[in-house]
C-alpha cells in the first residue's frame, strides 16, 4: 500500500487487492496518527479488513482523550492528566469530560448540585442486595445492580432525548458510588450508610464505605483527596476494552444504564480493570524482596501462563504518566497513615526497579502501569482487594457516560457490527443420527 496525495483536500491511500486497485481517503486528526478510512473497502474489493484485538483501527472519530503512547502522554480535552490530577477535582473533571470544557463558577456548582442531588438509590433496589450471596465478589454485584437502573429511571431511558441523556448521565456518576459502597458493605456485613450532600465526591464515597451508625465518622482530608485523585486517573482512556464495549453496546440504541453495566462487565477482566486487583494479589504473593528474581524470571517465560500484573499496556510504550501520579499519591497516602515501611511498597518498588532495568521488559517497553501502585494505596486506605475494580468503575463511570454520549450524538455512528474471516465447515448436508459413524 502507498500514501499518495491525488488533490490537495482529499490525500488517498491506494491498496492494491487482486490486480485492482482502489482508493481510501486518509483522514487527519488534530493531532495524532492519520487513519485510512477503509469503509468502502467490502463493497470495492470484496475483501475485510482483518485485525483482532483492533491494534491498528480506529472504531470513531473523537473528541475527549487522546493518547501519545510512546510520549507517555494522556491529555482530557487537551489538558495533560498531571494538572488535571495535581490542580482539578474529580467533579470538574467530570464536567470537563461530559461537556468539553472547564466549568466556570456557576456552571460548576450547578453541576455538583445536579449530582449530589442523585446520590441516592431508588429504596427498592436496596433489596437486590440480599439477593446476593455475603461472599459475592462486589464486581458480580455491580453488573447486576447498574443493569438493574433502567428498571427503575424509566423517565432517563429515551436514548434521543438530550434532556433524558444528561438526566441518565448524572444519575450514573451520582449513583454509582452508592451503589458500590452498598456492595461493599454488604459484603461485610454492615448496614447501609446513606449518601451526605454536605460532602464532596470522594469524601461522601469514603463515609458510605467505613462509616457505621453507631459512632461518629470523620474524614481525612489527605485520604480523601488522594482518593479523589485516583478517581481522576481512572477517568476516561479514550477506546479501551471497555469503553469500546459501552459504545458496541449503545450503538445498537440500548439504554444506557445497560450499557454502562455491559461495561463493568469487560472492565473486570485481569487484562484490564482487574488487574488492580491481580497486582495486588501478585505482590502478597511475591511477599518479599527476595522472591522477586524468581518471578521476574516467570514473567519472562512463555511457559508459564504468569505475566507481571501492572505491567505493560496496549497504548503505552512509555512510562504511564498515571502510573507516575498515582506513586507519588500511594507514597502521600502511606506517609499520611504512618505505613511508609508497609513491606508490599518495597516490594513494588524492587520490582519496578529490576524489571525496567531487565532486558526483556525493556526491549518489549514494558513498564508500569496505573494499576501497579493503586493496589498498594488503596488497600492502605482500607479497602479490600475485591473493592479495586469496582473503584476503577466508579471513576470510569465518567469516561463510558461521555463516550456514549458523544457516540449518540454523532452522526456518522452506526449498529457496530464487525466482519470476520470465517475458518470451519463450509456448507454440507445434515445428516441423520442413523447415518452418522
Ligand atoms: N509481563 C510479561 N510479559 C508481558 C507483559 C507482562 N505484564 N505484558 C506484555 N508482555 C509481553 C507479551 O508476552 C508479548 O511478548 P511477545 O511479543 O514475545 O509475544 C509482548 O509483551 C506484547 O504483549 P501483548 O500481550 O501482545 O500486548 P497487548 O497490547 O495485547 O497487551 C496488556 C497489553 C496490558 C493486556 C498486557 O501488557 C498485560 O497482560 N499486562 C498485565 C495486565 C495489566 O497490568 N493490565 C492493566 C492494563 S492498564 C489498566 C487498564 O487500562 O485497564
Given at each position: 500500500?502507498?500514501?499518495?496525495?491525488?488533490?490537495?483536500?482529499?490525500?488517498?491511500?491506494?491498496?492494491?487487492?487482486?490486480?485492482?486497485?482502489?482508493?481510501?481517503?486518509?483522514?487527519?486528526?488534530?493531532?495524532?496518527?492519520?487513519?485510512?478510512?477503509?469503509?468502502?473497502?467490502?463493497?470495492?474489493?470484496?475483501?475485510?479488513?482483518?485485525?483482532?484485538?483492533?491494534?491498528?483501527?480506529?472504531?470513531?472519530?473523537?473528541?475527549?482523550?487522546?493518547?501519545?503512547?510512546?510520549?507517555?502522554?494522556?491529555?482530557?480535552?487537551?489538558?495533560?492528566?498531571?494538572?488535571?490530577?495535581?490542580?482539578?477535582?474529580?467533579?470538574?473533571?467530570?464536567?470537563?469530560?461530559?461537556?468539553?470544557?472547564?466549568?466556570?463558577?456557576?456552571?460548576?456548582?450547578?453541576?455538583?448540585?445536579?449530582?449530589?442531588?442523585?446520590?441516592?438509590?431508588?429504596?427498592?433496589m436496596t433489596r437486590f442486595y440480599t439477593g446476593f450471596r455475603r461472599d459475592?465478589?462486589?464486581?458480580?454485584?455491580?453488573?447486576?445492580?447498574?443493569?438493574?437502573?433502567?428498571?427503575?429511571?424509566?423517565?432517563?431511558?429515551?436514548?434521543?432525548?438530550?434532556?433524558?441523556?444528561?438526566?441518565?448521565?448524572?444519575?450514573?456518576?451520582?449513583?454509582?458510588?452508592?451503589?458500590?459502597?452498598?456492595?461493599?458493605?454488604?459484603?461485610?456485613?454492615?448496614?447501609?450508610?446513606?449518601?451526605?450532600?454536605?460532602?464532596?465526591?470522594?469524601?461522601?464515597?469514603?463515609?458510605?464505605?467505613?462509616?457505621?451508625?453507631?459512632?461518629?465518622?470523620?474524614?481525612?482530608?489527605?485520604?480523601?483527596?488522594?482518593?479523589?485523585?485516583?478517581?481522576?486517573?481512572?477517568?476516561?482512556?479514550?477506546?479501551?476494552?471497555?469503553?469500546?464495549?459501552?459504545?458496541?453496546?449503545?450503538?445498537?440504541?440500548?439504554?444506557?444504564?445497560?450499557?454502562?453495566?455491559?461495561?463493568?462487565?469487560?472492565?473486570?477482566?485481569?487484562?484490564?480493570?482487574?488487574?488492580?486487583?491481580?497486582?495486588?494479589?501478585?505482590?502478597?504473593?511475591?511477599?518479599?524482596?527476595?522472591?522477586?528474581?524468581?518471578?521476574?524470571?516467570?514473567?519472562?517465560?512463555?511457559?508459564?501462563?504468569?505475566?507481571?500484573?501492572?505491567?505493560?499496556?496496549?497504548?503505552?510504550?512509555?512510562?504511564?504518566?498515571?502510573?507516575?501520579?498515582?506513586?507519588?499519591?500511594?507514597?502521600?497516602?502511606?506517609?499520611?497513615?504512618?505505613t511508609r515501611d508497609e513491606p508490599l511498597l518495597q516490594v513494588a518498588m524492587?520490582?519496578?526497579?529490576?524489571?525496567?532495568?531487565?532486558?526483556?521488559?525493556?526491549?518489549?517497553?514494558?513498564?508500569?502501569?496505573?494499576?501497579?501502585?493503586?493496589?498498594?494505596?488503596?488497600?492502605?486506605?482500607?479497602?479490600?482487594?475485591?473493592?479495586?475494580?469496582?473503584?476503577?468503575?466508579?471513576?470510569?463511570?465518567?469516561?463510558?457516560?461521555?463516550?456514549?454520549?458523544?457516540?449518540?450524538?454523532?452522526?456518522?455512528?452506526?449498529?457496530?457490527?464487525?466482519?470476520?474471516?470465517?475458518?470451519?465447515?463450509?456448507?454440507?448436508?445434515?445428516?441423520?443420527?442413523?447415518?452418522?459413524?
Amino acid at each position: 500500500m502507498s500514501s499518495a496525495k491525488t488533490d490537495i483536500a482529499t490525500p488517498m491511500a491506494n491498496l492494491k487487492v487482486n490486480g485492482k486497485t482502489v482508493d481510501m481517503p486518509v483522514r487527519s486528526g488534530t493531532v495524532g496518527p492519520d487513519v485510512i478510512d477503509v469503509g468502502r473497502l467490502y463493497k470495492e474489493t470484496g475483501c475485510f479488513n482483518y485485525d483482532p484485538g483492533f491494534t491498528s483501527t480506529a472504531n470513531c472519530s473523537s473528541r475527549i482523550t487522546y493518547i501519545d503512547g510512546d510520549a507517555g502522554m494522556l491529555l482530557h480535552r487537551g489538558y495533560p492528566i498531571d494538572q488535571l490530577a495535581e490542580q482539578s477535582n474529580f467533579l470538574e473533571v467530570c464536567y470537563l469530560l461530559l461537556h468539553g470544557e472547564l466549568p466556570n463558577a456557576a456552571e460548576y456548582e450547578e453541576f455538583m448540585l445536579g449530582i449530589t442531588r442523585h446520590t441516592m438509590l431508588h429504596e427498592q433496589m436496596t433489596r437486590f442486595y440480599t439477593g446476593f450471596r455475603r461472599d459475592a465478589h462486589p464486581m458480580a454485584v455491580m453488573c447486576g445492580v447498574v443493569g438493574a437502573l433502567s428498571a427503575f429511571y424509566h423517565d432517563s431511558t429515551d436514548i434521543n432525548d438530550p434532556e433524558q441523556r444528561t438526566i441518565a448521565a448524572r444519575r450514573l456518576i451520582a449513583k454509582m458510588p452508592t451503589i458500590a459502597a452498598m456492595a461493599y458493605k454488604y459484603s461485610v456485613g454492615q448496614p447501609f450508610i446513606y449518601p451526605r450532600n454536605d460532602l464532596d465526591f470522594s469524601a461522601n464515597f469514603l463515609q458510605m464505605c467505613f462509616a457505621v451508625p453507631c459512632g461518629p465518622y470523620t474524614v481525612d482530608p489527605v485520604i480523601s483527596r488522594a482518593l479523589d485523585r485516583i478517581f481522576i486517573l481512572h477517568a476516561d482512556h479514550e477506546q479501551n476494552a471497555s469503553t469500546s464495549t459501552v459504545r458496541l453496546a449503545g450503538s445498537s440504541g440500548a439504554n444506557p444504564f445497560a450499557c454502562i453495566a455491559a461495561g463493568i462487565a469487560c472492565l473486570w477482566g485481569p487484562a484490564h480493570g482487574g488487574a488492580n486487583e491481580a497486582a495486588l494479589n501478585m505482590l502478597n504473593e511475591i511477599g518479599t524482596v527476595d522472591r522477586i528474581p524468581e518471578y521476574i524470571k516467570k514473567a519472562k517465560d512463555k511457559t508459564s501462563g504468569f505475566r507481571l500484573m501492572g505491567f505493560g499496556h496496549r497504548v503505552y510504550k512509555n512510562y504511564d504518566p498515571r502510573a507516575k501520579v498515582m506513586q507519588k499519591t500511594c507514597h502521600e497516602v502511606l506517609d499520611a497513615l504512618g505505613t511508609r515501611d508497609e513491606p508490599l511498597l518495597q516490594v513494588a518498588m524492587e520490582l519496578e526497579r529490576i524489571a525496567l532495568e531487565d532486558d526483556y521488559f525493556v526491549e518489549k517497553k514494558l513498564y508500569p502501569n496505573i494499576d501497579f501502585y493503586s493496589g498498594i494505596t488503596l488497600r492502605a486506605i482500607g479497602f479490600p482487594v475485591e473493592m479495586f475494580t469496582v473503584l476503577f468503575a466508579v471513576a470510569r463511570t465518567v469516561g463510558w457516560v461521555a463516550q456514549w454520549k458523544e457516540m449518540i450524538e454523532d452522526p456518522e455512528q452506526r449498529i457496530g457490527r464487525p466482519r470476520q474471516l470465517y475458518i470451519g465447515a463450509p456448507v454440507r448436508n445434515y445428516v441423520p443420527f442413523s447415518n452418522r459413524g
